[in-house]
């Protein structure tokens, strides 16, 4: 019986080594019958339409060769890797093609490796703020200079002004929200083939003869209000009031939306909610929110998708989330107003409210009114 048992065995094992050879022998017919599909990554093209080497291969082509063969094999593999590293380079930076000696132009390389948002500037975290007005940074040294600034507007004049649904010159007195119709800029002529778009931010019952006298010219009207009963209210053939409050940071994740005390969004998610992509007047009464939304619109960019802007600014306090000292808030309220003419901005006019109190950071200083209307036009801006 041990010996029978013994013979099946062998048997059984013979039969196995049979079958593990030929499997072997139908591998290696495969592998010489079809070369240039033994490996998956062999077919794959790398950008300098040479193909990856089949490593498994390579491995056992080194164990026949030698050192020296390893070398040159490793050498060939680092010099693909420099010639991949280097192309994924000229993806980033097409401007790296010409310091090599390139032929190919970046604009011919952009249309084989496309850069997305080339047109996008980059998001900015903080305002370029301006140096200081004097060594010993004195209040009296920032507020002369910031309302000098403010009140002495003729950094250009503007031929025709909408001054609450009346054309006049812009010097006006008594004139507080005014709309450049000079022929130099272009809401004149979106006016003309009734395309121009308005956005009037709110937090009240603020005058609103601009906005009624924009849309009954052919204008496209928005007015945003957090006090309305509605979410939406259509008041006339081209004006619309929404229940939404702009603000200068994203809603609480941590609060439920219908928790929330009011419906607040950045103005650049307004724009991407309602499909806009330009906003002809930008006219703001924040009531001393005007700073902090100001700066999101510098920071994101959003200020570059504004024709006009017009806005109190309100100076008996810094304003919500403004602080640091006097002299600080000043300067840094200064700085804002430079920033919008470093984005092509012009201030075309400016009006002292005397019915509201005579203080400056409560303080009565340079006979300063605590709040004033500025209106600004982008010289550089097109309606798309």
């Keep these: ?65 030698g050192r020296g063969a390893d070398q040159a094999d490793l050498s060939r593999d680092m010099v693909i890797k420099r010639q991949v590293s280097f192309v994924r380079s000229l993806k980033r930076n097409p401007a790296g093609l010409a310091a090599v000696g390139g032929t190919e132009s970046p604009e011919k390389l952009a249309d084989c490796c496309p850069l997305q948002h080339q047109h996008r500037k980059s998001q900015r975290w903080h305002i370029d703020l301006q140096p200081w007005a004097s060594a010993n940074h004195s209040l009296e040294d920032e507020a002369k200079r910031f309302l000098d600034y403010i009140t002495s507007p003729q950094q250009i004049s503007c031929g025709n002004a909408l001054e609450n649904g009346v054309i006049n010159k812009p010097w006006i007195t008594g004139s507080s929200w005014l709309a450049c119709l000079d022929g130099r800029y272009s809401l004149a002529q979106q006016i003309k083939k009734k395309q121009c778009r308005v956005y009037s931010l709110g937090l009240g019952s603020e005058d609103k003869q601009l906005e009624v006298s924009l849309a009954k010219a052919g204008c496209e009207v928005h007015c945003f209000n957090p006090s309305i009963k509605v979410p939406h209210v259509q008041e006339a053939q081209r004006l ?37 992509r330009k906003i002809d007047v930008l006219k703001a009464d924040m009531e001393s929110a005007e700073w902090k939304i100001l700066e999101n619109l510098v920071l994101e960019n959003v200020i570059d998708k504004i024709g006009q802007l017009l806005f109190e600014v309100h100076l008996h306090w810094p304003g919500f989330e403004v602080s640091g000292d006097d002299s600080t808030v000043v300067r840094y309220w200064y700085s804002l107003l430079k920033e919008l003419e470093h984005s092509h901005f012009r201030l075309f006019h400016s009006h002292r409210d005397d019915s509201k109190p005579q203080v400056f950071l409560q303080k009565n200083l340079l006979n300063a009114s605590s709040s004033y209307t500025l209106s600004w036009v982008n010289t550089k801006w097109r309606h798309q």
């Design 1 to 65: 019986m041990m010996s029978k048992d013994k013979f099946r065995k062998a048997f059984a094992l013979h039969i196995c080594l049979i079958f593990t050879t030929l499997l072997i022998a139908v591998q290696i017919y495969m592998e010489f019958r079809s070369p240039q599909s033994s490996s998956f990554f062999g077919r794959l093209p790398t950008p300098d339409s040479h193909s990856v080497p089949d490593l498994s291969r390579d491995q056992g082509r080194r164990r026949s060769r």
């Design 240 to 276: 619309w009031h929404h229940r939404l409050s702009v603000d200068w940071r994203d809603p609480n994740p941590a609060i439920p939306p219908n928790k929330q005390h009011s419906n607040t969004k950045k103005l650049g998610a307004i724009l991407n909610d309602f499909g806009h």
